[in-house]
């Protein structure tokens, strides 16, 4: 089973910019889509960018252009660079994997609407000022 801790949030003022971490340790599988989440308090957890095996990336429309999803597979960490935050960024961020695809992931399945996401981290809180 793989785990998944989430570094990386902070506190930033509107416009600023934040890295989140998400170092997977277990993860021998070839193929998966993982994924980063938020919940804000009071509002149901949301998708925010995914990425599969190919590089495949997927973004909820609101960060289309401002944050930008990556896979380091040497490393085995997932990253989420967020520019331009805004305070409705605000909200807890969660690293999750879906590692069910064998021998390979379908194209066009690794989506922010996918479902489910079997492995889950702690998660890392990004707060943003105004």
Same mark, same amino acid.
């Given at each position: 089973?793989?785990?998944? &801790?989430?570094? $990386?949030?902070?506190? &930033?003022?509107?416009?600023?910019? @934040? !890295? ?7 993860? /021998? ?8 989440? !938020? ?7 949301? $998708?925010?960018?995914?990425? +599969? ?7 909820? +429309?609101? &960060?289309?252009? !401002?944050? /930008?999803?990556?896979? +380091?597979?040497?490393?085995? /960490?997932?990253? @989420? ?7 409705? *960024? ?8 879906? @590692? ?7 194209? *066009? ?9 079997? +492995? ?6 990004? /707060? &943003?000022?105004?």
């Amino acid at each position: 089973q793989v785990q998944l &801790v989430e570094s $990386g949030g902070g506190s &930033v003022q509107s416009g600023g910019s @934040l !890295r989140l971490s998400c170092a997977a340790s277990g993860l /021998t599988q070839s193929s998966y889509c993982m994924g980063w989440f !938020r919940q804000a308090p009071g509002k149901e957890r949301e $998708g925010v960018a995914t990425i +599969d095996t190919y590089g495949s990336t997927s973004y909820k +429309d609101s &960060v289309k252009g !401002r944050f /930008t999803i990556s896979h +380091d597979n040497a490393k085995n /960490t997932l990253y @989420l660079q967020m520019n331009s935050l805004r305070p409705e *960024d605000t909200a807890m961020y969660y690293c999750a994997a879906d @590692l069910s695809f064998y021998p390979q992931i379908p194209p *066009d399945v690794c989506t922010v609407v996918h479902a489910p996401f079997n +492995d889950w981290g702690q998660g890392t809180q990004v /707060t &943003v000022s105004s």
